[in-house]
């Protein structure tokens, strides 16, 4: 193996590292995204609506004292 060829897999390593990267980091920011309030289409705005909900019919149901 000469050093082009050891340079060549060195550099197909670090650029296939580098795209996975690329790809957690995406996928972390959007899940996070998910996760803040937004004005109605979070997944943490809908849990909020949820959990109101059930609130509200626990008190209904007299569960909720």
Same mark, same amino acid.
């Given at each position: 193996?000469? &050093?082009?060829?050891?340079?060549? %897999? &060195?550099?197909?390593? %670090?650029?296939?590292?580098?795209?996975?990267?690329?790809?957690?980091?995406?996928? %972390?920011?959007?899940?996070?995204? !998910?996760?803040?309030?937004?004005?109605?289409?979070?997944? +943490?705005?809908? &849990?909020?609506?949820? !959990?109101?909900? %059930?609130?509200? &019919?626990?008190?209904?149901?007299?569960?909720? +004292?």
């Amino acid at each position: 193996m000469t &050093i082009q060829d050891l340079a060549a %897999v &060195i550099g197909a390593l %670090v650029t296939g590292l580098a795209g996975l990267f690329a790809m957690l980091r995406f996928l %972390v920011k959007h899940y996070l995204n !998910e996760l803040r309030p937004n004005s109605g289409s979070s997944m +943490k705005d809908q &849990i909020t609506r949820l !959990e109101a909900r %059930v609130d509200t &019919i626990l008190d209904m149901l007299g569960a909720g +004292k």
